[in-house]
């Protein structure tokens, strides 16, 4: 069975850093792109970039390049979003989700979602 | 980089059928046969129902189903269940190699 399981709310302050993981399971992690979304809190969704954890290739949407990265460590099938200095517009919910097909972009399985409070 | 156009809210009744639709340009929509779309109940996250305009993955009921005309793509579900309220998500390939998801429509059974 596939899935996808992220770790836990954060709360932080503006300024602060912060990395939150996708652990997937039931699946070959190399072979399938995984995408993050935010939600932010009562909006839309919002693809915000893919990995492709076989060769960490990276494609950011326009509006988040440079203000988060993307990674994934193959050999404990687990992809990351990391921020350097967080924003109170940073709040939202995260999803991490698997991309069925790279140039269709449809994605299959996602994650249950991290709630990421930023407030000072 | 701009959402794709949905309506707000769409209501049926039981039993009912209603349409979403899912405006873009050709940039997007027109341009590819790349629409997607998901269901999101309340605290939950996002079910992949229809891929590719028309095809559904396995488990996903043949009471939804899509649809795309020029520039509009549009997801009709048939025989409106209780379970059905929930906000709908259109999403599509967009040139320049990014993904763009649309604006989301709430339906209310």
């Known amino acids: 069975e596939v899935q996808l399981v992220q770790s836990g709310t954060e709360v932080k302050k503006p300024g602060e850093s912060l990395k939150i993981s996708c652990k997937a399971s039931?699946?070959?992690?190399?072979?399938?792109?995984i995408a993050w979304v935010r939600q932010k809190p009562g909006k839309g969704l919002e693809w915000m970039g893919i990995i492709y954890p076989g060769d960490s290739d990276i494609t950011h949407r326009p509006s988040f390049q440079g203000q988060v990265t993307l990674s994934a460590d193959p050999s404990i099938s687990t992809a990351y979003l990391q921020w350097n200095s967080l924003k109170a517009s940073d709040t939202g919910i995260y999803y991490c989700?698997?991309?069925?097909?790279?140039?269709?972009?449809?994605?299959?399985?996602w994650g249950q979602g991290i709630l990421v409070t930023v407030s000072s | 980089q701009s959402a794709l156009t949905q309506p707000a809210s769409v209501s049926g009744s039981l039993g009912q059928s209603i349409a979403i639709s899912c405006t873009g340009t050709g940039s997007d929509v027109g341009g590819y046969n790349f629409v997607s779309w998901y269901q999101q109940h309340p605290g939950k996250a996002p079910k992949l129902l229809i891929y590719d305009v028309k095809t559904r993955p396995s488990g996903v009921s043949n009471r939804f189903s899509g649809s795309k005309s020029g520039n509009t793509a549009s997801l009709t579900i048939s025989g409106l269940q209780a379970d059905d309220e929930a906000d709908y998500f259109c999403s599509s390939y967009r040139t320049t190699a990014t993904l763009v998801f649309g604006s989301g429509t709430k339906v209310t059974v």
């Open positions: 039931g699946y070959k992690f190399s072979d399938y792109w």
């Open positions: 989700a698997r991309l069925g097909s790279y140039r269709s972009g449809w994605a299959d399985y």
